[in-house]
């Protein structure tokens, strides 16, 4: 069974720092692209960014380049986005999402993890 | 980018009728080269992730019930749920992976 398990959000103060982690099981990490999609509260859902299977690409929403970082770790089945110089309206509910073998389709999502971004 | 706009933001239908929801690309999501529309539909009930229904425009994913139809070609598309049951009220997403970055419809809301 695919399961995958966000971890690592909580408040945080505009400008800081926070790493989201997934640990994915069930399905051989090494062979799917990830993402990371957004929810802001009462809100729809926000692409914000993925990787290729290898790890050797990497795709960002403009409103994040330059401030998250995507990147995986296959001996440990975990995804993770890096998000620095937070703001307010990043202040969402983040899925950690797997894309179907050798697509960018999504086709299985976390649980979410909630970031709030707030003095 | 590729916006995709969503019709009707929300709609009421009554348990057995039909409900039809609209997607509209601001551009071509049909791929040539292996003739493939390259957009799908997810279902998001309250507290709960998305979960895919249609990819491909119109390929229901496993286990999806089969009154759950999808499509269209090029820039138009459409969801239909030919019976609506109580279990499908939730938020229903249009969500193009045809160019980077994927986009999302602002979702509809069927109620009943």
Redesign the interface.
Known sequence: EVQLVESGGGLVQPGGSLRLSCAASGFTFSNYWMHWVRQAPGKGLVWVSRIKSDGSSTGYVDSVKGRFTISRDSAKNTLYLQMNSLRAEDTAVYYCARAREGLVLIDYWGQGTLVTVSS | ?IVMTQSPDSLAVSLGERATINCKSSQNVLYRSDNKN?L?W?Q?KPGQ????LI?WASTR?SGVPDRFSGSGSGTDFTLTISSLQAEDVAVY?C?Q?YS????????TKVEV
């Open positions: 980018d390259y799908a997810y998001q992730p998305p979960k895919l990819y994913e997403y969500h992976y980077p970055p994927q986009t999302f419809g602002q979702g």
